[in-house]
């Protein structure tokens, strides 16, 4: 499996973004799928996972209530829609998937490249 993220970009404080992630190779529809971040200097954490089905979800307290996460079936993308951004909110955001692992630690099997979201004060 190929994982492409895409989608961000400068966004001010306060706004919204919508990143995704496209899978390549094999239909995910059967993939729990989470989000992580790293900012300069810091180390990845997580952000947002979803299992196969979308039926379940689970976020870091820092995003809880802000982003959203979404896997429409069948349509191969995952998405992370992150409203009311902070500054804090910035770092490269890297998707990941799994056929089996769900949870937020990084232990999925595969890895998107990263896109970069900033937002500015």
């Known amino acids: 499996v190929q994982l492409q993220a895409s989608g961000g970009g400068l966004v001010q404080a306060g706004g919204s973004l919508r990143v995704s992630c496209a899978a390549a190779g094999r239909t995910f529809n059967n993939y729990n799928m989470g989000w992580f971040r790293q900012a300069p200097g810091k180390e990845r954490e997580f952000v947002a996972a979803?299992?196969?089905?979308?039926?379940?979800?689970y976020y870091a307290d820092s995003v809880k209530g802000r982003f959203t996460i979404s896997k429409p079936y069948a349509k191969n993308t995952v998405y992370l829609q992150m409203n009311s951004l902070k500054p804090e909110d910035t770092a490269v955001y890297y998707c990941?998937?799994?056929?089996?692992?769900?949870?937020?630690?990084?232990?999925?099997?595969?890895w998107g490249q990263g896109t970069q979201v900033t937002v500015s004060s």
């Open positions: 990941a998937a799994d056929p089996t692992y769900y949870g937020l630690t990084d232990e999925y099997d595969y």
């Open positions: 979803i299992s196969w089905s979308g039926g379940s979800t």
